[in-house]
């Protein structure tokens, strides 16, 4: 097993009086395969966590090796490399332009890499088949109901098959249906190969991951599986 | 399996950026389009004025050309009493006699003589018409020509016949010759043989009844000395003639003869015209400036609205510069959207203007060339400082809830 993911000591602190500390002394590592859900209450930190592991934010301390990269000491343009070429993040609103269709919505997650439009479109198609939209591909994305919102997020988080997909309160805007209809569609692509980590707050999506990471006041205080 | 340890910067392909930035276009299209507006009028505006300008100016540049500026008339001065001198009888004869003049035409007004339709009329009512004694040599000498019959001389000049100008004919209701028309000058009915095109640089012409030097002196005992000389010099002579003008018309008292040049009008209006356009060029680029912080205004709104935006395509590996390109880009399509329609509005009321004025259609190139580049360039800067804060929205952005 190889970590992608290697959270040693981070701490985030937030300027302020007092200072805001929302992750504490953080260690854990996430290893190739793995579908990991890291589950607290509002506030725990969590989110935090994810801004920091998904290189979108960086600790105040410790180290965090994404794909074997430290990025503390990674200019800002590296670090958006290492976001466009190794990582996929699906957030909780969906962020789809609701201008563009399904397919070049799914595509945008290769705009970054420079791959010619031909090429993203293709792979946007292919992506879509895996979360089971092929049908959808010219729509609008507004014109989607919630649940296939979401699924065109994953497969724009997915279309790259990076290294390490993260989600964020993936279900949070969803009724219960579509929310389960995405928490297999994650099962499904984490048995497929893709590493995953789930952020939430829903102890019924905490429920479906296989490792549990329970965070409270930004630290961890329960961690079921993997190496500390 | 191991991982693969090479780090890659993120890239966005040129040939993507067009299509990134006009997404953010497409969907606020109502604000947009108000936002161009204020490139799009101070652009026209420009456009519009050197284009109006120009035309006025080519238009005025042919007539002078046309018209000529060698023309120049010799009038009755006044003395140091302020009284009014004529012209000296042989004043035609030593000017044609001067050298560099071309030609000479001799007028004399018939001061208390009156042109009418008919002998019913009350005398007072002049209709701003008078009666003037002239030869063969003024149609010519005024580069003039008849729009119906034909013009005094010699032969008729003795004869009770009038040459109207066009104002004159046009008052006194005669359009053309049909039925001989006749005219009451001076208590004689006088036969109609002419009617004059309009002549530009002699106005007072235009609004005259021409009759003969020997009828004049005949009918109204007119004692053959001229109150007004046209003088067409060669152009390369026209300053050396003008100065020469008053003492050959009066060689014992130069001073109390007058002397100007009718074009000298025609040159004060192109040089009216190019302070005005001054003036307004200075409007149309205030407007511009308008219209530039109304775009960064709306870039700057624009950013705010869209800092979710923002944050996933930064999430999405967008570095700093891809956004801040983006959003320049969005900015300088707006300047260039304004000024292609600024230049458009700005040609269609040029022709407009131009077709009411019945003036040949002139738009500087360089007023449309510059009108784009400006537009774009204004584009452009009031797009930097959003391009900026856009840039530095941070990808964390993507992750707020609310």
Redesign the interface.
Known sequence: MTAVLDVREAWKVYPGTPPVESVRGVSFTVERGELTTVVGASGSGKTTLLNLAAGLDRPTSGTIRIAGHPIENLSDRMLSGLRAHRLGVVFQRFHLLTHLSVTDNVAMGLLYRGVPAGLRRAAASEALERVGLSHRAGHRADRLSGGEQQRVAIARAVVGRPELVFADEPTGNLDSVSGAGVLELLGELNRDGTTIVVITHDAKVAAAGRRLIEMRDGRIVRDSGGTP | ?????E???????A??LLP?AT?GL??RRARLLLSILGIAIGISAIVAVLGITRSSQADLLARLDRLGTNLMTVFNGSNLSGREVPLPATAALTIRHTEGVEAVAPTAELDGIGVYRSDLIPPQITGGLSVRAADSSLVPTLRGATLVGKHLDEMIGGYPVTVLGHAAAKTLGIADLSGTPRVWIGGRWYTVIGILRPLELAAEIDRSALIGFPSAARDFGHNGRPSRIYVRSRTERTQAVSELLARAANPRSPHEVAVSRPSDALTARLEVADSATALFVGLGAVALLVGGVGIANVMIVSVLERR??I????????????VAAQFILESLLLGFAGGVVGVLAGAVITCVVAAGRGWQVLIPPEALGGGLVTAVAIGTLSGIYPAMRAASV???E??R?S
């Open positions: 399996m191991t991982l693969s340890t780090l890659r910067p993120p890239r966005l392909r040939a993507d990134v997404g497409r969907t979710a935006e944050g996933l395509r930064r999430a999405l590996g967008a570095a700093r510069r891809h941070p990808p964390t993507a992750l809830t």
